[in-house]
């Protein structure tokens, strides 16, 4: 574990926070309380919204116990005023009764009424038999009458305004043969309730706000304060995971609350931690994807780059120092990959980025700028003045072989070198330059150098702008197709043509325009991927036509398309072909695809594949150029093809060169042997001629009998050959009639 590891996480050996010991809280306090950290008080308590409704909760049920229990109180002190008023009454009744009044006869005087109602709260009052009948009655009228049923019989009636009470006195009370109903004045019932309820309510806030406020501080404290920091600490923890802002309570506890709080803001800290270290290895990993190449390790071209540009600032341009650029590319590296597998490959690179490691100095930098090419900066020093000592440094660095898997082999590179500031003084224009030189090196054969010159950059944007140019041309259909006729050599009938691609590219010149080579503009085609639009187009043009000299009326004979390699393998060329045939209406035996044997090598089993499909559509296959490739019989014997082409540079050479000779014999022979028709092309003399009669090819073409024709042009030159043709035969059958 590293130091910022262990500063983050918690002791080794804690497991269980409940019981973490005193020396665990004491270190956490320490680590999570520095005296600048800001701390928590009670007054924070009241700004929480869960303070405010545990404080309204306790309060509420504080003021319903103690209302309920007041309830009960004040039906006590109503009844204790009734009782004092009864015995008011019953007091002044019993002393105003005459004992020898007799039973018939009422025991109060009305001298005894008139004393009682000045002495005393009784304001009437009313006497009965034991029969309930009515003896006397003084001052007001009471309301109360007793009943002759003791179970309905009334002791005390308030009048409905609340101001009287009447009450009743039994014999039993009094101790005298008389009932007696006393009218008291009950006003100051409701008075001395109100006044007695006014003080309940009173003592019952005081006492609710007394002990809300003392629960809140004990809860605050021992509660709601670590709550509302813990709540603090978390909301910190969201805004900033990184670096949050830790408070601590003005007095930590060691309960249970207290050492959750600790162990939360422990668990805030080593994730703060975990997070910035989880930033640092992210933003490592990310600078090595985004700098560093995966397979070698080496610095990548973006990485190059900055180097690069750093170097030219403070080296070339402070310094007025030199530096150089290489970029060093592996031949044919994508036929080892693609022989031997990519395994093979990647620890082929692997090896050669140690090797350029080991043999360049140490302040040089080696980049992976792409798949199989490596690009190198090193600042000019006294022990190596000139590039020529590092390319030499890279050159010996690979010529030893390379031993992998138990293979050994032999790696060779092109090189293309800039210099800075010779060739420029930005980053981005000498790693260009460096590209334009290796691109040379690369065209002229490979395992070679090639210093930058203001030349090469001057022949890639002709090159740039010829493709341009290209685009253009298929956009405002200034190709063209030429035909050039092929003829059965034996009986010099015209059997078939190849359609040939021209480009017509117009100027400011006094002819109007020029015709681009297609040499010039066929490689440019294939290697933007051009080739195959254009390819489409020559294969519609050259269908279309031979449909209308059909319709013409024109006798039929075969139309040959060359095929490039990218349209063979990159396009679906068989359902092109299979649309192209429905739509011009093209008889499919009357189409020859023409391709390379250089088109097989790429995949020699998706090849046949293809062929054997294109076949299937019923159009009939030729291998051009060949003899100019590589050729494999065991695969040959397996191509459904229908003719070879010799290559037009055997023919020209065969009557002055052996080996051409021999060649070309070899060919026409391997072509009978498999039973295919033999077609040579650039044909330009009778000797040309009699050498193919004499070997046995089969068709010709070339500039003896014409050159490629516009299709105006080879429509003129069909319509006289046949025409031509139709009155030698003519007069052939007339001599031989004449001699018969």
């Known amino acids: ?96 009764i005459n004992d020898d009044a007799g039973d018939q006869k009422s025991p109060i005087s009305a001298k005894q009424a008139r004393h009682m109602f000045a002495g005393t709260s009784v304001e009437g009052f009313s006497v009965y038999d034991k029969g309930s009948r ?83 501080l004990i809860l605050g404290k021992w509660l709601l304060e670590p709550i509302m920091l813990l709540q603090d600490n978390l909301l910190s923890a969201a805004k900033n995971p990184e670096k949050p802002d830790l408070k601590r309570l003005e007095s930590e506890t060691r309960d249970e609350v207290g050492i959750a709080v600790r162990i939360a803001n422990d668990l805030i800290r080593q994730n703060a931690s975990n997070l910035r270290r989880l930033r640092s290895q992210a933003e490592d990993k990310i600078h090595r994807l985004a700098y560093y190449d995966g397979l070698t390790g080496l610095p990548n071209r973006t990485y190059f780059l900055e180097k690069l540009d750093d170097a030219i600032r403070h080296k070339v341009v402070e310094e007025d120092r030199h530096l150089v650029v290489m970029s060093v590319d592996l031949d044919h590296f994508k036929d080892i990959n693609d022989t031997m597998g990519h395994e093979f490959g990647d620890k082929l690179l692997e090896a050669i980025g140690k090797r350029l490691v080991k043999a360049l100095p140490d302040d040089a930098v ?22 020529e000592a590092l390319v030499d440094r890279v050159f010996s660095a690979v010529s030893e072989p390379v031993s992998i898997l138990q293979e ?108 681009v080579s297609p040499a010039e503009f066929i490689p440019v085609a294939e290697q933007s991927g051009l080739i195959v639009p254009i390819g489409e187009w020559v294969l519609r043009t050259a269908c279309a036509a031979g449909r209308e000299w059909q319709e013409k009326g024109l006798p039929p004979f075969r139309l040959a398309v060359n095929l490039s390699g990218v349209q063979f393998h990159k396009a679906d060329i068989v359902g092109l072909v299979g649309e192209v045939l429905q739509e011009t209406q093209m008889q499919p035996h009357l189409l020859e695809l023409e391709v390379t044997e250089s088109v097989f090598m790429e995949n020699m089993q998706m090849a046949i594949d ?28 397996q191509f459904p093809i229908d003719r070879l082409k010799i290559d037009q540079s055997f023919i020209r050479n065969a009557l002055v060169n052996q080996d051409d000779r021999m060649i070309t014999k070899t060919i026409i022979s391997l072509g009978h042997s498999l039973n295919l028709k033999v077609i040579a092309e650039g044909v330009e003399t009778v000797e040309h001629e009699d050498f193919l009669k004499e070997e046995g090819c089969d068709e010709v073409q070339g500039f003896k009998y014409t050159k490629p024709l516009p299709a105006d042009k080879f429509e003129e030159f069909v319509v006289e050959h046949f025409r031509e043709h139709a009155k030698k035969s003519k007069l052939s059958v007339v001599e031989g009639a004449n001699k018969a």
């Open 366 to 387: 080696i980049s992976r700028a792409s798949a199989d090419e490596f690009t190198i900066m090193a600042v000019l020093r006294p022990e190596y003045p000139e590039s």
């Open 610 to 637: 293809t062929l054997n499909l294109l076949h299937r559509l019923g159009v009939e296959l030729a291998i051009d150029d060949f003899g100019t490739g590589y050729s494999s019989l065991s695969y040959l014997r």
């Open 1 to 96: 574990m590293t130091d910022r590891q262990d500063s983050a996480g918690a002791p080794s050996g804690t497991k269980d926070p409940a019981v973490a010991s005193d020396a665990y809280h004491a270190q956490v306090a320490w680590e999570g309380a520095s005296p600048t950290q800001p701390k928590i008080g009670r007054a924070h308590i009241w700004r929480s919204r869960i303070s405010w409704r545990i404080a309204l909760t306790v309060f509420a049920t504080l003021i319903i116990v103690q209302g309920a229990m007041m309830f009960f109180t004040i039906q006590t002190y109503r009844g204790d005023i009734l009782n004092g008023l009864r015995q008011i009454a019953r007091t002044a009744v019993i002393a105003a």
């Open 408 to 515: 050994r082999f032999q790696v060779r590179v092109s090189i293309g070198v800039s210099q800075c500031p010779d060739d420029g003084a930005e980053a981005r224009q000498i790693m260009k330059n460096a590209d334009i030189a290796l691109n040379r090196a690369k065209e002229e054969g490979r395992d070679t150098v090639r210093y930058y010159s203001q030349d090469f950059d001057l022949a890639v944007q002709q090159r740039f702008q010829l493709l341009r140019d290209l685009r253009a041309a298929l956009d405002q259909n200034q190709l063209q197709l030429y035909y050039h006729p092929q003829f059965d050599l034996k009986t010099g009938m015209l059997i078939g043509a190849e359609a040939l691609l021209r480009w017509w590219l117009p100027d400011n010149s006094r002819d109007g325009g020029y015709f």
């Open 134 to 216: 009515l003896l006397s009655s003084f001052g007001q009228l009471a309301t109360l009458v007793p009943s002759k049923d003791p179970e309905e019989r009334v002791s005390a009636l308030r009048s409905p305004n609340g101001m009287h009470l009447d009450l009743l006195f039994t014999p039993d009370d009094l101790n005298q043969p008389y009932y007696i109903v006393a009218r008291m004045n009950a006003s100051m019932i409701d008075t001395m309730t109100n006044a007695q309820v006014r003080q309940l309510v009173t003592l019952l806030l005081l006492r609710a706000c007394f002990v809300t406020a003392v629960l809140m």
